[in-house]
């Protein structure tokens, strides 16, 4: 199924040149803003975020402010008619209807590709619960690119939950498509790495291995990506509690590291990086956020200056064949057409990923 605008779901809606594209728009932009003051006077930015957000949401509003455009949306939808029990198609359907591009964020997995499906204009995914945050690495590959001058031959460490951390889902398979990576998981057993990520990088030139001990890792690494346990997303509190705490980089760990080793975090932080750490030039996560409004520039005047049409499904339907992802929108919004795409004797949800086995 082909949608008329151009969204941004997942990054492979993009080609890896589109995305150098952006990012090096993005540095011109933050060279000379001024030049691009005027490039959306006159459109509308819908802002839907049904989950917490400080940095995507205002990244995205300043973005749009700073091009000359406007804003509306809603940051808590308790405080729309979503609390009245409007489903995900009116919604969006109604805010398309007024905004020229919208942005949404949503604590279930598939959520904006669900959106994308009724939506009058471009989606951009800010977050589909633990599964994909597209712009999130758009700002990591242009720190990256800034720090390193390259996205290619990196050794890239990702420490914690790299089970629910949408952003290291999205950040690996990104870099993923550039050459001779080499990306060190660093987690407990329980919060490793999503299996069908793990076939994308079997799947590229890059290597990966799965490792306990941030100390021992530390050493080897160009770029330390530290998340938080994404607490929201486990279903009990002593579930949480027993995984909180395992993955704190200080000062002393930090020495550890190269000396041109670059530290992000795509916040917010909790207690995974000692405060301490912030004073080291190699702590680049306030920089990385900064970022993010250049790169969400680039990004809004790529999809307004640029339409063209998104496949949003490859597949099919299977009759009687639900997703068993209980977190994904599907099962939530029980009238949005079911679709997958078949891998063997496996079925692949086209919403969240999730596989049937058959
Ligand atoms: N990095 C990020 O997504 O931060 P927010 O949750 O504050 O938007």
């Not at 050459?179 to 060190?184: A, D, I, L, Q």
């Amino acid at each position: 199924m082909i949608s008329k605008y151009r969204h941004l779901i997942d990054l492979n809606d993009f080609s890896v040149s589109e995305w150098d594209s952006i990012i090096s728009l993005a540095k011109e932009i933050k060279k000379n803003p001024a030049l691009y003051s005027h490039r959306c006077d006159g459109k509308i930015m819908g802002t839907l975020f049904y989950e917490p957000s400080t940095r995507t949401q205002m990244s995205f509003q300043t973005a749009m402010l700073r091009l000359g455009g406007s804003i509306i949306g809603f940051d808590n939808p308790e405080t729309s008619s979503v609390a009245k029990g409007e489903n995900l198609k009116d919604t969006t359907k109604i805010v398309s209807s007024y905004a020229d591009i919208m942005v949404m964020r949503h604590p279930l997995e598939g959520s904006a590709k669900a959106a994308a499906l009724t939506s009058d204009c471009p989606i951009v995914n800010a977050g589909d619960g633990g599964h994909l945050h597209p712009t999130q690495t758009l700002t990591d590959l242009l720190t990256l690119s800034e720090q390193k001058g390259t996205l290619s031959g990196l050794t890239v460490g990702l420490c914690g939950d790299l089970m629910n951390g949408r952003t290291v889902h999205s950040l690996l398979k990104a870099l993923s498509c550039y050459k001779n990576n080499k990306f060190v998981l660093i987690s407990t057993p329980e919060l490793r790495l999503p299996s069908y990520i793990k076939d994308i990088l079997n799947a590229s030139s890059c290597s990966f291995c799965e490792v306990d001990s941030l100390e021992d890792a530390i050493p080897e690494l160009d770029v330390l990506y530290m998340t938080r346990i994404q607490k929201e997303r486990f279903s009990s509190e002593e579930e949480y509690n027993a995984q909180k705490d395992v993955y704190v980089l200080d000062r002393n760990k930090l020495m550890k590291g190269k000396h041109d080793l670059v530290v992000l975090h795509p916040l917010p932080r909790v207690d995974e990086i000692s405060i301490d750490v912030d004073e080291d030039p190699r702590a680049l996560y306030f920089v990385q956020a900064k970022n993010g409004v250049y790169v969400r520039m680039a990004l809004i005047l790529t999809i307004l200056e640029n339409p063209s049409p998104t496949k949003l499904f490859d597949g099919k339907v299977h009759a009687g064949v639900c997703c068993r992802n209980k977190k994904c929108i599907t099962n939530r919004e029980k009238y949005l057409p079911k679709s997958f795409w078949g891998m063997g004797d496996t079925l692949v949800c086209e919403y969240c990923d999730e596989r049937i086995l058959l």
